[in-house]
Nanobody, 122 residues
């Protein structure tokens, strides 16, 4: 049974830092592209960052977020630096095909975690 479990969310002040983790079982993240999505209630889910052979970022987080993968631990991380209130959302990880091609498209991802809440507030 495949499971993706996110952790590390919480309340963070603007300008702070947070690390999200995505732990996988039943699949090998090193063989797949893994993408962090986020969603605010009432809004569409949006792709934030993808790691496959390389890393991709949406423009609004470029330079502030860093995605990484630990193949030995079968985990993917998202470091959020200098968060802004507009980064507040439920963050979920998803595992898809092998490369970050068309990575914005949620329909390409088969496996999803349940998400972790990130709230950016002073």
């Amino acid at each position: 049974q495949v499971q993706l479990v996110e952790s590390g969310g919480g309340l963070v002040p603007p300008g702070g830092s947070l690390r999200l983790s995505c732990a996988a079982s039943g699949i090998t993240l090193g063989n797949r592209a893994t993408t962090w999505f986020r969603q605010v209630p009432g809004q569409e889910r949006e792709a934030v960052s993808c790691i496959g052979a390389n890393a991709k970022y949406r423009d609004s987080v470029e330079g502030r977020f860093t995605i990484s993968r630990d193949n030995a631990e079968n985990m993917v991380y998202l470091i959020i630096n200098n968060p802004k209130p507009e980064d507040t959302a439920v963050y979920s990880c998803a595992a898809g095909p092998s490369l970050c091609v068309d990575w914005f498209n949620p329909r390409l991802y088969v496996y999803w975690g349940k998400g972790t809440q990130v709230t950016v507030s002073a």
